[in-house]
């Protein structure tokens, strides 16, 4: 007896699986259906022609309920164009026409259509070719003159860092060249303090000496040499005459000039004895140029 209410029980449970198992099925194939009963898609017109109005291209309008893009495909299944609809489910998609007749197809969600398209004709393919030729000629021309302007702009700018460098290279070598002097300078100075105090007594005698025949007696460079060193005259070594007139500051020319002008008034030459007289070796010593330099200058 107990046997009998376990199979019996065993087949029960059996057979409500099963009933729920179909009903599980049922109820997915049921929500299949009602997904693809949910999307609709209607395309307006079926074949079309680019020819129309010489457009060279089309406008596939129709309206799609449901949810993703619109696509239209050409026969490989490569994408031509995609879009979405609008609230209201319209939508629009281009197609340019070809020489040969086209068949595609319009996808929505779960849903195609198939669409026609006409080939163009000879006219308008030479139109589009034209259009075409001027298009990428007006790319070129456009590309052209771009980089025309480019290569002038960094022309102009190399040239503008030129100008830029070269100025700063100038600045900094002048600023190096003004850094030098001055430190040679310092230097010089610094070493003509240091000579000076270690020069010898005579040396210094001699420069005060030719400093003031200079000065009073407007004397040549070589008529003070003589003077410093003539045993008539102050009676220096040759080496002390020679620092002094090495460093002494005169004006020679306008020494020549002073004597000049002297012979001028006080004895009335002329001014070829002048010059004669300045540059004599029995005179003045003056050099030639000195000598110009003073007639030139005679009022």
Not at 180 to 207: F, G
């Amino acid at each position: 007896m107990k046997k009998i209410v376990i199979v019996g029980i065993s087949i029960l449970s059996l057979l409500t699986f099963s009933a729920c198992s179909s009903n599980d099925k049922v109820d997915s194939k049921s929500e299949e259906v009602s997904k693809k009963t949910a999307e609709t898609l209607d395309v307006f017109k079926k074949d079309f022609d680019p020819n129309e109005e010489m457009l060279g291209y089309v406008y596939i309008h129709g309206n799609f309920i449901g949810k993703g893009k619109i696509t239209v495909t050409d026969g490989y299944g490569e994408d031509i164009d995609s879009t979405n609809a609008d609230s209201n489910g319209n939508f629009y998609l281009r197609v340019n026409g070809f020489a040969n007749k086209q068949i595609l197809y319009v996808k929505a969600g779960n849903l195609k259509e198939k669409v026609n398209i006409l080939p163009l004709n000879a006219d308008l393919l030479a139109k589009q070719k034209q259009r075409a030729d001027e298009e990428q000629r007006s790319l070129a021309e456009t590309r052209a003159k771009k980089e025309a302007e480019d290569k002038l702009a960094a022309e102009a700018k190399a040239e503008e860092d030129r100008i830029k460098k070269e100025a700063e290279d100038k600045r900094k070598a002048e600023e190096e060249r003004l850094k030098k002097e001055a430190e040679d300078k310092r230097v010089a100075e610094e070493q003509a303090k240091e000579a000076i105090a270690n020069l010898p007594t005579e040396y210094k005698s001699a420069l005060n000496k030719a400093y003031a025949y200079s000065e009073k007696m407007s004397m040549s460079k070589m008529g003070l040499y003589d003077q410093l060193t003539s045993e008539y005259g102050e009676k220096f070594s040759a080496e002390a005459a020679q620092y002094a007139i090495d460093n002494v500051k005169a004006d020679w020319n306008a020494n020549a000039l002073t004597k000049a002008r002297n012979y001028q008034e006080s004895m009335s030459m002329s001014p070829e004895a002048i010059r004669e007289q300045l540059t004599s070796e029995y005179g003045e010593k003056f050099t030639p140029e000195e000598a110009d330099y003073a007639i030139q200058n005679l009022n």
